[in-house]
């Protein structure tokens, strides 16, 4: 198939092999190009019992991260090219069951993209701006790309930043979003991203049945992996509750720039349970 166009969607170079047999129908190898990068993998559709079940495995690589954004926010946030890989199973008579089985992974990986409409090392770097920013607004973006149509169109993707991080724009050095999904919950299993200066994490939890967030918290993080700031979301994407943003004293002066050298002689070296372990490194 030479083309498939919609109002927001555009899919060309269509190839699929189909082999049925048995009510069972094998959709591999499946390649597309869709949003500027070259997707491949396979599908398995099993209508031999009574419920439909479906199984995709797939690779959509150097994609262009700004495209599919677009379409859900009508503006550019991120740009640059990603790689998303789907590995998803559920079964069901009617779209309700089958979400409520959805179970598998997504991961999704960037590097050298530019986040735009905020500087984040600017505002993150004296303790007055970091308080008056909406950190889980900074990492909505990282529930955007696998698995977040459903939460952007309800979260109002980008508002909160706009007003209160005005113009400019953030190098992402990496960005890492590795999901475990089991019975339509999502867990946040690595997902983080880094900029020039500062590392932000997400851990938590969506609940793509009932469409809520579930104990989801935003960090800005130090150099062990420990949190500067952090802020939780919870209740429905479609109206959710950010808390106060949360400084943690005893790590606050890696923020505090000029004076983080004195700040660390007089609080001394402090443990601290680590926010992230993943593999997104910190800035050096």
């Not at 109002?156 to 019975?183: F, M």
């Not at 200066?197 to 938590?204: E, H, P, Q, S, V």
């Amino acid at each position: 198939m030479k083309g498939i166009r919609s109002k927001d969607l555009a899919v060309s170079d269509v190839r699929a092999k189909v082999t049925a047999g048995a009510g069972i129908y094998e959709i591999r190898p499946f390649t597309m190009k869709l949003f500027g990068g070259e997707g491949t993998g396979g599908v398995r559709v099993d209508l031999s019992g009574d419920r439909t079940a479906l199984k995709v495995g797939y690779t959509l690589a150097n994609f262009r991260a700004e495209e599919p954004l677009a379409a859900l926010a009508r503006k550019k946030y991120l740009s640059g090219t990603m790689t998303v890989t789907p590995d998803l199973s559920l079964r069901g008579k009617g779209a309700d069951e089958m979400k409520r089985t959805l179970s598998g992974t997504v991961s999704l990986r960037g590097d050298g993209l530019t986040l735009h409409g905020m500087e984040i090392d600017r505002v993150l770097s004296t303790v007055e701006a970091a308080q008056n920013l909406n950190l889980a607004d900074v990492g909505a973006f990282l529930l955007a790309g696998p698995l977040g149509s459903a939460v952007v169109k309800g979260y109002r993707y980008g508002e909160v930043y706009r007003s209160t991080a005005g113009e400019g724009e953030s190098r992402i050095t990496r960005l890492v979003s590795d999901w475990t999904v089991r019975n339509g919950v999502a867990e946040a299993r690595d997902v983080a991203f880094s900029t020039e200066k500062n590392r932000i994490a997400l851990k938590g939890k969506l609940d793509l049945v009932n469409g809520q967030f579930v104990d989801v918290t935003v960090a800005a993080l130090d150099g062990k992996g420990c949190a500067k700031l952090r802020q939780k979301i919870s209740g429905p994407f479609a109206d959710p509750r950010m808390d106060r943003m949360s400084m943690l004293q005893s790590v606050a002066a890696p923020i505090l720039g000029i004076l983080e050298r004195e700040a660390r002689r007089f609080l001394g070296s402090q443990a601290c349970e680590p926010f992230y372990t993943g593999t997104v490194p910190h800035p050096k």
